[in-house]
C-alpha cells in the first residue's frame, strides 16, 4: 500500500512545491503506522488530502479507524475526511467554481469517505460474525460433551443398580450360608475351606459397595482408587486361589512408583489364576514379578502347565473378556500384554509395564 501511495506522487510530479513536498511526506511517513495508530495516522494525512495531491494515504487510515473504533469515533473521522476532501485549495478558490463542480466535488468527497469505511464496517462486522460462529460452535460442543457426560452418569448408575440388585443378592447368600456352614461344620479341614469362601465373598461384596458407590459417582481419582491392590497382597492372592501356585516377586515397590502399576500387576495375575481354575484346573502355576534388564519396566508373568485330571470337573461361566480387559489394562498405563500356548501344552501370560 505504500509502494501505492508513493506511486500516487507521479499523477502530481509536475505541481511539486514546499507545501506539497512537507505535507506528502508526513503522510507517507505516517503511513506505516496505520494498523497500530489509525487515528494519528488519520489526522497526519488529511493535509494531503486538502492539497488535492495524495488521497490514498488518507483512504486506507479511514479504513483502518472503521476496523477499530466504535460507531461515534467512526462518524467524527468520516465528516473529517470529507470536510478535507471537500475543501479546495487555496480555499478562497471555491468561490470561483459553478454550481455544477461544487456537485461533483460533494459526490467525490463523499464517495472518498464512504468507499473505506463501508470496506472497513464490512471487514469487522464479517470478524465479529466468525468470532460469533466460532463461540456458537463453542457452546454446541460444550453442550454435546455435558449431555454425553450426562448419559454416561445416567448409564453408571444403571449398572449401578444392577450391580447391587443382582450381584449382591447372589454372593449375600453364599456368605450367609458359608458362614452358617463354618459355624456348624466339624471337620477341621472343611471348615477352613468354607472360611476362605466366605471370606471372598465378604470381600466380593465389600468391593462391590465400593465400586457402585464410584459409579454412582462421578470423582476420576475416586474412581481410581478402587479396588486398588498392590504387589504386597500376591502372595495371600495366590495361598486363596486353591491352585498350586509358586510365587516369586523379586521386586520391592519404590517410593515413585504410580500406584496403578502395582494395580495393573495384582489384577493381571488374578486373572491368570482365575483363568487357570477355569480352563486347566489341577495345573501348577508359576507367578514371577520382575523389573527388566535396564529397570525401566515390571515384567509379570503367570505360567501354567497343561491341565490336570480335575478338567472338566466344574463348569465355569466364561465372558471372553479377560485377556482383552488386561490388554486396556495394560494399555492405559503405556504396557503391553502377550498371552499364548506353551510348548508343553500349558498357557502363559506376560505383561511389561512401564515404571
Not at 125 to 130: D, K, N, S, V, Y
Not at 154 to 165: N, Q, S, T, V, Y
Not at 305 to 316: H, K, S, T
Not at 342 to 351: E, I, K, M, Q
Request: hydrophobic fraction near 50%.
Amino acid at each position: 500500500m505504500a509502494v501505492l501511495a508513493c506511486a500516487e506522487l507521479l499523477t502530481v510530479a509536475d505541481s511539486f512545491g514546499p507545501l506539497y513536498v512537507s505535507v506528502c511526506a508526513v503522510a507517507l511517513l505516517a503511513l506505516p503506522l496505520r494498523a497500530r495508530h489509525p487515528l494519528p495516522t488519520l489526522l497526519a494525512t488529511l493535509p494531503a488530502i486538502v492539497t488535492e495531491h495524495l488521497w490514498l494515504p488518507a483512504m486506507l487510515a479511514m479504513f483502518m479507524v472503521a476496523c477499530r473504533y466504535s460507531r461515534g469515533v467512526i462518524s467524527v473521522c468520516g465528516v473529517l475526511l470529507f470536510l478535507a476532501a471537500l475543501c479546495p485549495w487555496p480555499p478562497g478558490a471555491l468561490v470561483e467554481y459553478s454550481t455544477a463542480e461544487i456537485l461533483t466535488m460533494i459526490e467525490g468527497a463523499g464517495l472518498l469517505c464512504l468507499g473505506p469505511t463501508v470496506l472497513g464496517l464490512l471487514i469487522r462486522t464479517r470478524g465479529e460474525l466468525r468470532d460469533r460462529l466460532a463461540d456458537l460452535a463453542a457452546t454446541q460442543h460444550r453442550e454435546r460433551r455435558l449431555e454425553a457426560q450426562r448419559a454416561v452418569i445416567g448409564e453408571r448408575a444403571r449398572l449401578a443398580r444392577e450391580m447391587h440388585d443382582v450381584v449382591s443378592h447372589h454372593v449375600g447368600i453364599i456368605a450367609v450360608q458359608t458362614g452358617v456352614l463354618s459355624a456348624t461344620e466339624p471337620d477341621e479341614q472343611r471348615r477352613t475351606d468354607i472360611e476362605v469362601a466366605r471370606r471372598h465373598s465378604v470381600r466380593a461384596l465389600e468391593e462391590l459397595r465400593d465400586m457402585v458407590g464410584v459409579l454412582r459417582g462421578s470423582d476420576p481419582a475416586e474412581a481410581a482408587a478402587v479396588g486398588r491392590t498392590g504387589l504386597a497382597d500376591l502372595h495371600a492372592l495366590a495361598a486363596e486361589s486353591l491352585l498350586d501356585v509358586g510365587v516369586e516377586v523379586a521386586v520391592a515397590p519404590g517410593v515413585g512408583w504410580d500406584p496403578a502399576v502395582e494395580a495393573a500387576a495384582y489384577r493381571i495375575v488374578q486373572e491368570g489364576l482365575n483363568n487357570v481354575r477355569k480352563h486347566a484346573p489341577g495345573a501348577a502355576v508359576e507367578v514371577s514379578v520382575l523389573t527388566s534388564d535396564g529397570r525401566d519396566s515390571l515384567v509379570v508373568e503367570v505360567r501354567n502347565g497343561p491341565p490336570g485330571e480335575e478338567r472338566g470337573a466344574l463348569e465355569l461361566p466364561t465372558s471372553g473378556y479377560g485377556l482383552a480387559g488386561l490388554r486396556e489394562r495394560a494399555g492405559l498405563i503405556g504396557g503391553r500384554v502377550a498371552a499364548g500356548v506353551t510348548p508343553d501344552g500349558g498357557f502363559s501370560v506376560r505383561a511389561v509395564l512401564p515404571l
